[in-house]
């Protein structure tokens, strides 16, 4: 199954909440939730009661998309996750957030997820002085990310930095925003990642 290629706002419609997949155009007026509350598509309106199931589902897809992930490589983190110490639905979480391009988005380093993945596919970030073009790659307690020196002036990374500065970045990162690199402190707590998502649903979705 190929990667969603169509209109984001489409995906926040349809699972009612914003998912934040534009970075700050989600903010603004022109967020696509905020346009227009109710599900895309010409049944879109009246949508009738929705199942226990679906509701379980919706909450996976909703977890997906956020972190932008298709359903096997969704599926392949619950299952480590369910083999880790501790509560599932966190360590699914700290999971994805551990992945480089979501601590290049977590640092500022990009204004989005998707943003994020495509600056490290091509090869802009460096984990500890090596440069790591995987997306999935998992960061450690105390790996560095940085930038390399072709990315510094590109105009999405100046952008997005302009605007980290203002709304400030995670308590279990480290920025230097001057020299555009940064330190990977902890795990977040399920708190800390501010999701507006259910994780015992996504729990039960895959124990049935």
Known sequence: MAR????????????????FLKGGRCLTEKCGVERRKYA???HGQGRGKISDYGIQLREKQKARRIYGIMERQFRIYFEKASHMKGVTGENLFQLLERRLDNVVFRMGFASNRREARQLVKHGHFKVNDRKV????YLLKAGDEVGIREAGREMKTVTESLSLAEHKGTPEWVEVDMQNIKGKFIRAPTRDEMQLPVQEQLIVEFYSK
Do not use: F, N, V, W
């Open 40 to 42: 895309p598509g010409q």
């Open 133 to 136: 073009d995987i997306p999935s």
């Open 4 to 19: 969603y290629t169509g209109a984001l706002c489409r995906l926040c419609r349809r699972e009612g909440d914003k998912l």
